[in-house]
């Protein structure tokens, strides 16, 4: 079972995760819903933010389940603030960076960091990448893996990370270790492995300027994507653009489609490459 958008509105968004579907709190879907209210009606769970963060099931649904999307397979939970383990608008990210690590003439090595769930660790490896994973999130590095199992890849060649990004990544730079290829997605706020605060406005800056100095002297690719409101893809191609060297740049928003519904907008990219 894969996923589906099945509609947005009313600043909500309905899913399909495999066979159940979830109903989760979405600011940007200011327009009306596509669909009738039957539909809506008819989620299995949602996720509600009013008095306290918390999942109402309209019937019992499993603590998590497995879906088969993009080629890999995934573990699916809902979580106290609303996630369920992965993002579905990486998913076009994912397929141009498979796309540059297959067409390389040489072995990848690769970076990801704010790694979450390994959606685009795991894309990386399964194209031919060497991939370092690295998240502060015990939990959510202990999730990656489970996901890397699950896809036949708890052998492939993946360095798991629990770490502070600013730390680690002055580390990597004193030990000379670069890589070809980046990717980051860093929260608009958040904590280190040692309780490091992070927010993206304070900190962006300095994590960027680390990038480049922690890629080879023939990088291939930087994708770097943010969900914070405000950072649109002009935004983004300012900030990435002041950082790198010379080579070809893309900007845009991610996008979840839907067969019978308005595409969702959810956060915005920029990519550098050669």
Same mark, same amino acid.
């Given at each position: 079972?894969?996923?589906?958008? /099945?509609?947005?509105?009313?600043?909500?968004?309905?899913?399909?995760?495999?066979?159940?579907?979830?109903?989760?709190?979405?600011?940007?879907?200011?327009?009306?819903?596509?669909?009738?209210?039957?539909?809506?009606?008819?989620?299995?769970?949602?996720?509600?933010?009013?008095?306290?963060?918390?999942?109402?099931?309209?019937?019992?649904? !499993?603590?998590?389940?497995? /879906? %088969?999307?993009?080629? #890999? %397979?995934?573990?699916?939970?809902?979580?106290?603030?609303?996630?369920?383990?992965?993002?579905?608008?990486?998913?076009? #990210?994912?397929?141009?960076?498979?796309?540059? /690590?297959?067409?390389?003439?040489?072995?990848?090595?690769? &970076?990801?960091?704010?790694?979450?769930?390994?959606?685009?660790?795991?894309?990386?490896?399964?194209?031919?990448?060497?991939?370092?994973?690295?998240?502060?999130?015990?939990?959510?590095?202990?999730?990656?893996?489970?996901?890397?199992?699950?896809?036949?890849?708890?052998?492939?060649?993946? +360095?798991?990370?629990?770490?502070?990004?600013?730390?680690?990544?002055?580390?990597?730079? +004193?030990?000379?270790? +670069?890589?070809?290829?980046?990717?980051?997605?860093?929260?608009?706020?958040?904590?280190?492995?040692?309780?490091?605060?992070?927010?993206?406005?304070?900190?962006?800056?300095?994590? &960027?300027?680390?990038?480049?100095?922690?890629?080879?002297?023939? !990088?291939?690719?930087?994708?770097?994507?943010?969900?914070?409101?405000?950072?649109?893809? /002009?935004?983004? +191609? %300012?900030?990435?653009?002041?950082?790198?060297?010379?080579?070809?740049?893309?900007?845009?928003?991610?996008?979840?489609?839907?067969?019978?519904?308005?595409?969702? !907008?959810?956060?915005?990219?920029?990519?550098?490459?050669?």
């Amino acid at each position: 079972m894969s996923y589906e958008l /099945i509609d947005s509105g009313n600043g909500m968004k309905l899913e399909r995760f495999g066979e159940f579907t979830l109903l989760r709190p979405c600011a940007q879907a200011v327009w009306k819903p596509s669909l009738a209210q039957k539909v809506w009606d008819g989620a299995d769970a949602t996720f509600t933010r009013d008095k306290e963060n918390r999942w109402i099931y309209k019937k019992p649904i !499993p603590k998590q389940w497995q /879906i %088969h999307w993009e080629g #890999l %397979h995934f573990k699916i939970a809902p979580t106290d603030f609303g996630h369920v383990g992965i993002f579905p608008e990486h998913a076009s #990210l994912w397929k141009w960076m498979k796309e540059k /690590i297959q067409s390389s003439p040489r072995k990848l090595e690769v &970076l990801n960091l704010f790694a979450y769930s390994g959606g685009a660790t795991l894309a990386a490896a399964a194209a031919g990448a060497k991939v370092c994973h690295l998240d502060a999130s015990k939990g959510m590095v202990a999730w990656a893996r489970e996901n890397a199992n699950l896809n036949q890849m708890g052998t492939a060649p993946i +360095r798991w990370i629990i770490d502070d990004v600013i730390k680690f990544l002055g580390r990597e730079i +004193r030990r000379n270790q +670069r890589y070809d290829g980046i990717i980051l997605d860093p929260p608009s706020f958040g904590r280190g492995a040692q309780g490091e605060v992070f927010k993206i406005e304070d900190h962006l800056g300095q994590i &960027l300027e680390l990038c480049k100095n922690v890629l080879t002297d023939n !990088p291939s690719f930087v994708i770097f994507s943010a969900h914070t409101p405000g950072f649109t893809p /002009i935004v983004m +191609r %300012h900030l990435l653009g002041q950082v790198m060297p010379a080579g070809k740049m893309e900007t845009g928003e991610m996008v979840i489609t839907g067969k019978n519904t308005l595409d969702l !907008p959810c956060g915005s990219y920029a990519r550098w490459f050669t």
